[in-house]
Each structure stands twice: as C-alpha cells, then as structure tokens.
C-alpha cells in the first residue's frame, strides 16, 4: 500500500518463469480479497512481477487433476467466487497487463474495473479455451460480451486467436494503452480519473445482449460456426453461443450456465484430446531448450518455393541468410514473396527494412565459406544433391552442420560421399513454410548427438515444432501421408467425384479434403515423391495423374489439375444428389494413414507414440480432435480396426493387410491426457 491508501498486488507465482493461475493463487487471491472488502483502499492494481507477461492462464495440469478426480464443476465454481469478490469490490479497481494475457489471465482482468495494457508488439489478450475443447469458465463469457457487446466478444472467444495491445483497446477490452515502462504510473492515474466507456460502445454492449437480440442472432453465429466445424466434432464453439443465448442480466445465473457447461465440456473425447495436443505442442517446443545452436548465419541453396520461403522465415526470426541459385531470375521471386511476408508480419517500416536487409542473394555462392548452416532446398533427386554436397562441403571452415530439406529421400543414401557425415542431417520444412509449424529433424546412423541438439534448438528460435525422425524413405509425415492421398487419388480415378472424397475426409475432421489438397501441393510434387515411396509402401501411383501433368495440369499453382482453380479457389464440380458413397469409402481412405502410422512406431521412425502424434497433427492437420492416428487406433479399438483393415484387403487387394506393429503394447496404452 502506498501513501495515497493504493494497494499494488504483484502476480509473481513461485518457481516458475510465467503465471500460470493455479488453486493456491486462487486462494491466496481470496484471502486478500476479503481482507480488501473489509479495509476499503482508495484503489487496487493488479499487474504481474514476471517479465515474460500478465499470466499465460489456469494451470491446465490441475485441470486435468480434476477431469480425473470428477471436481471441474467444483473448482470452476470456486475460481468464479473469487474474481466475483474482486468484482464487488467497493473501490476502483485496475489491470496492468503486459506480455500474454491468458485465458484465466485475462478473465481476472475482466473482473476489475479498468484494464491498461503496453503499448509494444509482446502484448496479446485473449481467451483461447476452445482451443482445449472447453470454453472461458473463470467469468469470460458472462463479462465479455456485456463489457464490448456480443458481436465483437464472441469472435474472440470462439475463434481463440489474441488480440493486440492497440486492437483491444479499439474493441474496448482496454481502456488505456500506454508505453511499458510507464505502465503501473498510468495505471495510478486510470485509477485517480477513470476513463469514461463512449456512449456508442456502451449502447452496442447493452443493445447486443437484449433477450431478443440474444434470440435473432444466436442462430445466425451457429451457421457461420457450423461453416468452420463441425459441432459432433468441436462441440465447445455451439455451448458457448448457448450459454450466451440463454444467460439473462443476472451475473449469478450466467456463471452458473458458464461452469455447468465447461464441467460437460470436460469430459468429452474432444477435450481430452486437444488438452493432451496442448501438452504435445508445449512438449515439442521445449527441445532444444537451454541449448546454445551457434548459429548466426543461413545459407540456402535452391530459390524454389521452399527453398526460397525458408530463408524468408529465417531472415524474419533474426538471422542473416544468403540464398544461392543458378541465376539472379530465381532468386528475385524468393526476395519479393520475402518482402511481402515480412510486410504482412512486421508492423513498421524500419522492422520491415531490417528484415529485407538480413536476406540477400548470393547467386555465386559465396555465403557458404561464411555460413554456420547450409540448407540444400534443391529438387528430390538424390544425385544432383550428392553434387552440390561436393561443391559445397569442402568450403566448410569448422564445424557448420550441412541440411537437406529433402520431402523422402532417405539420409543414409545422401550422406554417403560426404567428408564430415555426423554433421549432416534432414531439416524438413513444410509448405507453406511461413504457416506449418512442424520440422522434421532426420536422422541417420551416422549423425553426431551434439548436432541433432544444435538443429532442435535451431528450429525453436525460428518458433518451429521439431521432431525428430529416422531417416527412412518418406520419415515420418510424407510416409503416412503418401498412402491416403494414393488411395484417394485411386477412387477418383474408380470414378468417385472429388468433391465427394472431399467431403467424406472433412467429415473424418481432415482440414482439407486429399483431392483438394492434391491440387494445392501440386501433382507433379504428388507424383515425384509417389514414385520414390510407393515402391517402399507397396503402393503404386493411380493411374491419369501422368496424363494430367503432360497437359501442364499440375493443380492449383497451374490454375488447373484435378479441380480447375480461380483466384485461389477450387470450382468443384456438381454431384448428382442421388449419388451415394460406398460404405467403406472413408475407411479406405483414412485407414492406410493409421496403418503406416503402425508400422511407423513399430520401426522406431518416431521415439515414441505421443511425439507420433503430434508429428502427424501438426505436419499433415490429421483431425485434432482425434488426438492422431495412434489415439485414434486406441479409441476405436486396435482389434476392432485392424479387422477393418482385413475386411478392406478381402475386397479391394493386399495394399490394406495390416502392418507389423498392431500388437504392440503402446496400442493398448490409454495415453495420458497431459502428455506424460
């Protein structure tokens, strides 16, 4: 408490670097709160001590505790009692808030009176529970939408995504923005003069939230939901909208729907599965954590898309990146599509600048002798790589590590001529580079512990998702996706409308249909890299793709392919009404992607089931809500879907028996939800 009777609390939670808003907060939060009511202060602020942000949320592995124990509802209920005290509180009240801003964060915020944030680039509220398969359960949806009105709240919470400083404050989530270092003094002077709400926003709030309006709109927020997920899949969304549309201007009554709703939530198949996708995706960015990379410098050879795209992202997270190509007109291309990225991702001109600077071309070659790391982004042929390895290698200096983002071909066959093999590896990006989050790191038998370390660490400062795979043809993500697109592609060419393929993966909860998604890769680089696995598989390439790519059709970037395309998008043709899909039509489909998925943990591709998973999730979007094929094949039972798999070779040939591996423990394992 300070000399004009204002008391700061300082979020600062013990032996952890971020906030995380546990039952011990909580309760100590209660306890000042009370203490609070009774003394009366002139004012309260609440902002965090920790330098990495406000608080990242609840403590997700308490969460699970309770899903497990049956207390969600309880324990809901409990962290609504508190932020409702502090609500009540008979002074002013006021949140700082820097860095993130949560989840429960941002809900203990919406329980003061004002909120001011910094005004700076690290600064992101939001409330992101859909993304765990529940909702805002601490008071989001019942404050949100009276505080800025429904039609602005709802996209926030349904959509998960965080809003910036300045964006918040044009929405009304904050009152004031003001520069970090001055945060907490105009915290004090919000405090002293509270910012009057414009009578418009406060019009909209109110206005939006009439039962009638409740009523009108509710329907009309289900349909555009419904265009994105679908509810059987992602039912969070739907129940948010309910509780909105039932909850009256009574605060009791709404968090009373609000942790009815998030305890139901709890305990379905899909929040059990995008939890445990949390726990995976914290795990994967955490390797290579408190390990020095060493490097400075990138060097890429090949401006294709990838090649050039992944030097774009590297010069964006801060290294200086030459990138080689035959001649300066295949270069140009990579620096415009960089230019455009970091003006889309950069907020001002001299960031924007500094980007563009640290990218430059280097048709001769010479950022080799200089570069701690050469990426080698040519096309997949496994000679023309050995090549260029030759030319390259013996200008190395120390101990630069050589990389190959090659899609399929294994290591053991690229590494064969080389002087210094331990310091070789695969980085293998995906397109496109600037929105996959996953790398593949690749293995092979003679790659150095130490460098593996140094290329994990390296993924995580550019923000990627590295996991770690054996070199075998195709690793991991291209060797289970390769069969489900094949076997799509061959009942298009049976005769089954690509729209209906489409249609029928979406509704498995595949992000983009295999015909769509064939167009958007490009047949041509379908075809190069079928022809290198299917042999591996046991697969053949189906038959019109050929024909297609020597009438220069190769999808999407031709504007033609399996789908003619316009501005982007596909024109999917009409399907007779009357057409129905063969039954097993899904299952042929999604099962040879789980069947490989089988054989991959049964080969030790991955180093475990879980890093399985989450390579898939987020290399190829294999339905979230399925936890992956490994859980999937768990949930619907390994005998239940390897007598699936017998049923689809009995009719439609031996490409479907199922692969070594289905007797595994590891299939019979319930995994656990955090990640464990």
């Known amino acids: 408490m300070d000399d004009n009777g204002v008391v700061t609390l300082s979020l600062d939670r013990a032996g952890s670097s971020a906030n995380a808003i546990s039952r011990a907060v909580l309760d100590e939060l209660e306890q000042i709160v009370e203490r609070l009511a009774i003394e009366k202060p002139a004012g309260v602020i609440i902002h965090s001590a920790k330098a990495s942000g406000f608080a990242v949320g609840a403590d997700i592995r308490e969460f699970v505790n309770y899903a497990a124990q049956g207390t969600v509802r309880e324990n809901i209920e409990h962290g609504q009692r508190v932020f ?23 809900e203990l915020v919406l329980a003061c009176r004002q909120r001011i944030a910094a005004d700076d680039d690290s600064t992101r509220i939001g409330l992101p529970e859909v993304m765990l398969g529940i909702h805002p359960g601490w008071g989001g949806s019942a404050r949100l939408p009276r505080l800025i009105g429904a039609t602005d709240a709802l996209p926030v919470m349904l959509t998960g995504k965080p809003l910036s400083a300045r964006r918040a404050l044009a929405l009304g989530v904050v009152d004031r923005i003001a520069p970090a270092n001055e945060l907490l003094a105009e915290a004090r002077t919000l405090l002293r003069r509270p910012q009057q709400r414009p009578l418009s926003r406060r019009v909209k709030a109110w206005a939006t939230n009439l039962w009638p309006v409740r009523q009108a709109l509710a329907p009309m927020v289900v349909k555009q939901t419904a265009a994105k997920v679908r509810r059987e899949h992602y039912p969070a969304p739907f129940a948010l909208i309910e509780i909105w549309r039932r909850g009256n201007g009574s605060i009791q009554q ?125 096309f997949e042929n496994a000679e023309a790589k050995r090549a260029l390895y030759a030319v390259i290698e013996p200008q190395f200096q120390a101990s630069e590590i050589l990389a190959s983002n090659t899609s399929s071909i294994p290591l053991d066959e690229l590494s064969t001529s080389l002087a210094h093999p331990q310091r070789f ?226 009719v439609h040939g031996i490409r479907f028996t199922p692969k070594a591996g289905w007797d595994l423990p590891e299939l019979r394992e319930s995994p656990r939800l955090d990640a464990g």
Not at 84 to 90: D, G, S, T, V
């Open 254 to 378: 709404r968090l009373k729907l609000e942790a009815r709703s998030v305890a139901k939530l709890a305990d379905t198949p899909t929040a059990h599965n995008l939890i445990r996708i949390f726990f995976l995706q914290e795990r994967l960015k955490h390797q290579g954590a408190g390990i020095e990379h060493d490097i400075a410098h990138v060097h890429v050879v090949g401006a294709g898309v990838m090649g050039g795209d992944i030097a774009a992202w590297c010069a964006l997270k801060g290294f200086q990146v030459t990138l080689q190509d035959r001649e300066m007109k295949y270069v140009q291309p990579a620096l415009e599509r960089a230019r455009k990225l970091y003006e889309k991702k950069l907020k001002t001109q001299e960031k924007i600048e500094s980007a563009a600077r640290r990218l430059r071309a280097d048709v001769e070659g010479k950022g080799v002798a200089e570069a701690d790391l050469a990426i080698e982004a040519i």
């Open 84 to 106: 409702e005290q502090l609500a009540r509180l008979p002074c002013p009240t006021v949140a700082a808030i820097h860095g993130a801003c949560m989840g429960g964060g941002t």
């Open 425 to 650: 590896l695969g980085l293998h990006f995906f397109n496109p580079v600037a929105q996959m989050p996953l790398v593949e790191v690749v293995r092979h038998k003679g790659l150095d512990d130490a460098v593996e370390k140094r290329a994990l660490a390296f993924c995580k400062a550019l923000g990627k998702l590295p996991v770690a795979v054996k070199g075998t043809p195709g690793f991991l993500v291209n060797r289970i996706l390769m069969p489900y697109l094949l076997e799509s592609l061959r009942l298009y060419s049976e005769g089954v409308p690509g729209p209906v393929l489409d249609r029928e993966a979406k509704k498995f909860g595949m992000p983009m249909g295999p015909i769509e998604l064939a167009d958007t890769v490009g047949l041509d680089v379908c075809a190069s890299v079928g022809k290198e696995l299917a042999p591996f598989l046991g697969l053949e390439l189906p038959p019109g793709i050929e024909d297609r790519l020597e009438a220069g059709k190769r999808g999407k970037k031709d504007g033609a392919g399996l789908y003619l395309w316009e501005d982007g998008k596909p024109k999917k043709p009409e399907v007779d009404p009357d057409y129905t899909p063969a039954a097993d039509l899904q299952d042929r489909m999604i099962l040879p992607m789980v069947n490989e998925a089988v054989a991959c943990l049964a080969e030790n591709v991955v180093d475990d089931a879980d890093l399985l998973d989450a390579g898939v999730i987020f290399g190829t979007g294999f339905a979230p809500f399925r936890g992956g094929p490994i859980a999937y094949a768990r949930s619907e039972g390994v005998e239940a879907l390897k007598g699936r798999l017998e049923k689809l070779a009995r």
